[in-house]
């Protein structure tokens, strides 16, 4: 029996051998965070100490791409390694309670008819969490997940479904902070038993589990998928800091929101924490660390109930890209990407190669020994040898983005059907049948000398253009994706695509079907009423002549962020409210059908529709009044 203490005695030393040659991982994914929305990425006006400081340990990335211009297509590309074309998750729609798992085009009274988005990631996926559980790594997810949640026994789209075995705080509803990130959470966090004292910042609580998460894997190597809440709406911090941001804004600059520069500072904050417990347990020179953002920054108006006047300045500037976050033009994909690796990665580096949160995948598999599956098909590049100071494998940048329209593209600037193809400095962008007669319109960029995009050089070189179209259509074609084309049905009984397309915005009291307009501009455009909001007591109104009993209003929605709105019944122009029924929007979601229950108790002769707070614009379509006896009443614009 002697040899035994020594054979248990190598086993274990092997063992640890095993552990301390495989790195740690630490991803952070901040929401919504702009390419230009950090110190170390040019900004002179938000304050990011931490992220700063991690920065100078490794490489900055200068051409670092989101793989969508929303969020859940890139979480997917993040966990799996694939083209949102490919999994056909292209829109945030991941925590509506339908599922969808089939690539498909919606049939619509619109122009264009856009894709319906997966809403759930496929649980045949061998996840970033899953090769490296395998590979013998401790595997927590902490913050929000946004790829699909399990409503029925057997469902299996949660991240402890997914390869991790901790999940915290486990919001599988929540695409966003509901009711805000300062404590207390109950409006957002479902488990009653996470409390906190009041006016704590979710994100700083989250990094506290994380630490306590770093510590419990010690002896066994780690993967932390730390992915922030912040910078998303809804739009609320610290009022300390807020004040502190006010004293600071220059009216020049065209970063100068103070909220949300005080939402940026709660963001450092957090991830400074985590360092400091990834300091503490002895690991940070053991441990790969990589920062991302989901897509670019909210280049435009919060539009929210603020009495200090912050709602009518945009969020960031992503200047000197052009637009933002929902945009195929660079605001939408372009994002800060640091990589820290100790004793690979040189610190405190700039780099130029092309790099897409689709290479996470690999790239982290391969540093941490782990092996991806053979039958799962990786859109992905391997970019250790970039990373060391060597040659990247990815010549081209793909992006994929079959949602949007006209009426959204007039307020986000390039958030319209699209994909777009980026090889060296050229980018060639196609918008699917927006030109008159229904065909496609092509941009071409330099953005060597242009990359605000303002100059479009599809005349002056179209031998570039067409060699790059070439690549987007096999790209396309790969990987199977979902191609907008124009509505064969669309203007049938109503007018011709071309005069819909061109139609001039109504007057304040002209909007369609005896609809009355208090809110901001309005326009129709290819069957979508667009509004936008001018504050809290943005509401369209219209006569209603419901008797007593139970009426409903059902209407399709589409706001860019989560948000409250209500439904009101007077019972003449200058009466005070008889019922106000509030309704809620989820945010990004490509479509979402709301319904309000409206019990009316005397004869109402005005209803009123007030547009949820926190978006700048809303779209609607599909409008029925069901009275309580009678026809229902219904609108298509």
């Not at 509505?487 to 005069?499: A, L, V, Y």
């Not at 007591?537 to 219209?542: I, Y």
């Amino acid at each position: 029996m002697k040899p035994l203490l020594p054979l248990i005695t190598i086993l274990v030393l092997t063992s640890l051998s095993v552990a301390a040659d495989r790195p740690n991982v630490i991803l952070i994914l901040a929401d919504d965070l702009g390419a230009h929305d950090l110190g170390c990425f040019g900004s002179n006006y938000y304050e990011t100490p931490n992220i700063d400081r991690l920065a100078s340990k490794g490489v900055r990335l200068k051409n670092a791409y989101s793989a969508s211009p929303l969020c859940s297509p890139t979480r997917s590309s993040i966990m799996v390694g694939q083209h949102p074309a490919r999994t056909g998750i292209t829109s945030p729609a991941c925590h509506l309670p339908t599922v969808v798992l089939e690539k498909q085009l919606i049939a619509s009274n619109a122009r264009v008819n856009v894709a319906n988005s997966l809403t759930r990631l496929k649980p045949n996926y061998y996840t970033l969490a899953e090769a490296l559980k395998e590979a013998g790594y401790s595997t927590g997810h902490f913050g929000k997940w946004h790829l699909g949640h399990n409503m029925a026994p057997g469902d299996t789209y949660e991240p402890r479904d997914q390869g991790f075995d901790v999940d915290w705080p486990h919001t599988p509803k929540a695409p966003g902070p509901g009711g805000g990130y300062l404590a207390p959470w109950n409006k957002f966090i479902s488990d009653p038993n996470i409390q906190d004292e009041a006016g704590r910042h979710v994100d700083e609580r989250m990094a506290d589990e994380a630490g306590n998460f770093i510590r419990a894997s010690k002896g066994r190597p780690f993967f932390v998928n730390f992915w922030l809440y912040s910078v998303h709406s809804p739009w609320n911090a610290r009022q300390d800091y807020i004040e502190h941001f006010k004293q600071r804004t220059d009216p020049a600059n065209p970063q100068r929101n103070p909220l949300y520069a005080a939402m940026v500072k709660s963001m450092d904050d957090s991830v400074g924490r985590l360092l400091r417990h990834l300091e503490e347990s002895g690991e940070a020179d053991n441990t790969i660390i990589v920062f991302w953002s989901d897509n670019g920054g909210y280049a435009y108006p919060p539009k929210q109930t603020d009495p200090e006047g912050y709602a009518d300045i945009p969020a960031t500037s992503n200047l000197p890209c052009r637009s933002g976050k929902a945009s195929i033009y660079e605001g939408g994909t372009r994002v800060p990407g640091i990589v820290v690796w100790p004793g690979k990665v040189k610190a405190g580096t700039n780099a130029d190669f092309l790099i897409q949160s689709t290479d996470l995948y690999p790239t982290l598999l391969q540093a941490c020994g782990a092996s991806p599956n053979a039958d799962q098909k990786i859109d992905g590049f391997d970019q250790a040898a970039a990373l060391y100071g060597g040659v990247s494998p990815r010549k081209q940048i793909f992006c994929h983005f079959p949602h949007g329209n006209a009426a959204r593209d007039a307020v986000m600037d390039g958030f319209y059907a699209g994909s777009y193809v980026r090889e060296g400095d050229f980018k060639l962008i196609r918008f699917y049948a927006r030109a008159d007669d229904g065909s496609d319109e092509h941009e071409l960029y330099d953005l060597s000398s242009d990359s605000g995009e303002r100059q479009n050089l599809l005349k002056e070189k179209p031998e570039i253009a067409a060699r790059l179209s070439v690549l987007l259509d096999e790209f396309l074609t790969e990987t199977e994706a979902v191609i907008p084309k124009l509505n064969p049905d669309f203007g049938k009984g109503r007018q011709n695509s071309d005069t819909a397309s061109k139609k001039k915005p109504p007057e304040p009291d002209d909007l369609p079907g005896g609809w009355k307009n208090r809110a901001g501009a309005a326009v129709v455009r290819d069957g979508v009423l667009n509004v936008q909001s001018k504050g809290a007591n943005s509401f369209l109104g219209v006569s209603a002549g419901l008797p007593a009993g139970t009426a409903r209003l059902t209407f399709r929605i589409r706001a860019p962020q989560a948000g409250e709105g209500k439904v009101t019944l007077l019972t003449s122009p200058s009466a005070t409210e008889t019922l106000s029924v509030p309704y809620k929007v989820s945010g990004e979601a490509e479509w979402e059908t709301v319904t309000v229950e409206l019990p009316v108790k005397d004869k109402t002769t005005i209803l009123r529709l007030y547009l949820p707070s926190g978006s700048a614009s809303v779209d609607f379509k599909d409008m029925v009044l069901t009275p309580p006896h009678g026809q229902p009443r219904s609108w298509t614009f």
